[in-house]
């Protein structure tokens, strides 16, 4: 069980990383406790938590609660952690280490639809995704620091839509936005092409695209199609990423630490 002082520090921690107006609620709180916990503490542990651009605040409070009691549950004693949350909305990591340091020794996580778009639409298909995809890397690489999001649409067919969703953690360059998406879908196209819905988590940025509307926000006018690719031989992913198809992924564990620390998360009421 985590103290009540640790409950509140992490309901303060979140609210400053994703929506000031809420931070200045608990600001006060926040860095009284913080210089409370840091005059006590002999091993520090670092915190990350964000959530999806499009969740409103109380969808963010639910993922991030869920996230922490999901990996107080499975990771007791851990040197590092982190959870995606439920259906991926929103993400929470602890550390020894500063968090946003050390995403990149995470794996990848990519989870797939077991369906396959139907063979008679499948160029038609490639170029609606592609054509979303370029547009969506370039408006969530662009966006402002603090929400590198963006979602969209478009139609493969008279009747079917393809919905996606881009985002980069809010620490990162514009250029590393842009090279971690990019990456992703370079991965999608060696491992899972033409599914019907398909999630790929890297270690700074996420993309999923499915068949019908995932998000909470409008999606923008869809972009104009594109040549389709030129096709080319499929290659086995690279062995740190994980592939699951239409399964629920558990939270990501490093070694059992040598040292106690606190673990700071909020209690489940």
């Not at 999923?208 to 972009?223: A, C, G, K, L, N």
Request: aromatic share 10%; with cysteine.
């Amino acid at each position: 069980m985590v103290s009540s002082t640790s409950s509140i520090l992490l309901f303060c921690i979140i609210p400053i990383i994703l929506r000031l107006s809420t931070a200045q609620i608990c600001q006060v709180q926040c860095w009284v406790l913080l210089g409370y916990l840091w005059a006590r503490l002999t091993h520090m542990v670092y915190v990350l938590g964000y959530c999806r651009g499009d969740l409103s605040e109380e969808s963010c409070v639910n993922c991030v609660n869920s996230s922490s009691q999901a990996i107080m549950k499975n990771c007791p004693n851990k040197i590092a952690a982190m959870s995606f949350g439920d259906k991926y909305q929103c993400f929470v990591g602890c550390s020894d280490k500063n968090v946003s340091m050390v995403m990149g020794m995470y794996p990848y996580i990519i989870l797939s639809n077991t369906a396959n778009i139907s063979i008679n639409y499948v160029n038609e298909f490639d170029q609606a995704l592609l054509s979303l995809a370029i547009s969506l890397v370039e408006k969530a690489s662009l966006s402002p620091p603090r929400s590198k999001f963006a979602t969209g649409k478009n139609n493969f067919t008279k009747y079917e839509n393809i919905y996606a969703l881009m985002e980069c953690i809010p620490s990162i360059a514009l250029d590393g936005c842009r090279d971690c998406l990019q990456q992703l879908v370079d991965d999608y196209q060696t491992c899972c092409m033409r599914r019907k819905g398909v999630v790929i988590v890297g270690p700074n940025c996420m993309f999923q695209y499915e068949m019908y509307p995932f998000f909470e926000v409008t999606s923008d006018p869809s972009p104009p199609p594109l040549p389709p690719p030129v096709s080319s031989a499929s290659l086995p992913p690279p062995t740190n990423k994980t592939i699951n198809e239409g399964m629920p992924v558990s939270p990501w564990c490093v070694k059992p630490i040598q040292t106690s620390f606190i673990n700071i998360f909020p209690r489940r009421k």
